[in-house]
């Protein structure tokens, strides 16, 4: 829009005749179709709620944009435009991101609401796609390269299987050796010794989970149980006996492995089995 000399704001097109009127209509509407799409690229709004680095960066593009579009304007017209603040698309971001705002995020029960409210618009709005989850570029900050291979191999190979070494005698049985598993070197990590705490931190982040069930692979619980821990664990005690179990992805951390460790997110993969709810899936204890 621009300013008539009485000051009130009146349509672009209707300030450019003939011919340069459609064509300035049509590539305004065309800049403004861009800038609101850039805006709405994946899931940067709601990444930049909880994410300053994104925030600043969402902040510096949007402002890139629409600049872009005030100076286009200009020179088809002439005159200055109408603010910013009067573009569509611009009060849902600043909703989100406030421009110019550089500091931490409003955490108070009115900033949280109005966050709230703001993903609550952007979940009715149809012209957005999200392929992803706002959480998965934290979740990227949170991982060690090891259980990006672990991730990887899970994707890829689908459950692995994991033993419990119980004594097997007379009366109540006793746990002498819990999820004991091969991920390390399947996986081809550089630390197998923290493999145990790499796990425990893929089931923090909902990424993978334990079963107490056994997926169909006999050769590889053959393979697992022939391993030398798993044999120390057996001859240690008199009556033993192994309790076959299986660790998977979460449908979310199929969903993130999926998006941001595989090159061709398209092609089939093993599948795995949602936890129950009325299934134990945290870590083993041993």
Avoid at 59 to 72: C, E, K, P, Q, Y
Avoid at 100 to 125: I, K, T
């Amino acid at each position: 829009m621009a300013s008539d000399p009485s000051g009130s704001v009146v349509p672009v097109a209707a300030t450019v005749p003939g011919l340069a009127r459609v064509a300035g209509a049509a590539a305004a509407n065309t800049a403004l179709w861009g800038a609101r799409t850039s805006l709405r690229t994946s899931w940067r709004l709601a990444k930049a709620t909880v994410d300053r680095g994104e925030l600043t960066a969402l902040t510096r593009d949007a402002i890139g944009v629409l600049d872009n579009v005030v100076v286009f304007a200009n020179a088809v017209l002439g005159t200055p435009v109408a603010s910013l603040a009067r573009v569509p698309g611009v009060a849902a971001v600043t909703e989100l991101v406030p421009l110019g705002f550089d500091g931490p995020v409003d955490e108070s029960p009115e900033g949280l609401r109005r966050r709230g409210a703001a993903l609550l618009d952007r979940s009715a709005d149809v012209t957005i796609q999200d392929d992803g989850h706002p959480a998965y570029s934290r979740i990227l900050t949170e991982l060690a390269p090891d259980e990006a291979r672990i991730l990887r191999l899970m994707i890829e190979g689908g459950p692995q299987p994991s033993v419990d070494v119980r004594t097997g005698g007379f009366g109540s049985s006793e746990l002498v050796a819990s999820g004991l598993q091969m991920i390390g070197p399947r996986a081809g990590v550089r630390k197998v010794g923290n493999v145990p705490a790499y796990l425990n931190n893929l089931f923090r982040l909902g990424l993978i989970w334990f079963s107490k069930e056994p997926i169909d692979d006999p050769e590889g619980y053959q393979v697992l149980e022939a391993q030398p821990e798993v044999l120390h664990a057996f001859h240690s005690v008199r009556f033993p006996k192994v309790v076959r179990r299986s660790i998977h992805l979460t449908p979310f951390g199929e969903g993130f492995a999926r998006m941001v460790l595989l090159a061709n997110a398209d092609k089939e993969l093993p599948e795995h089995a949602a936890p129950l709810a009325s299934e134990e899936s945290a870590p083993p204890k041993g």
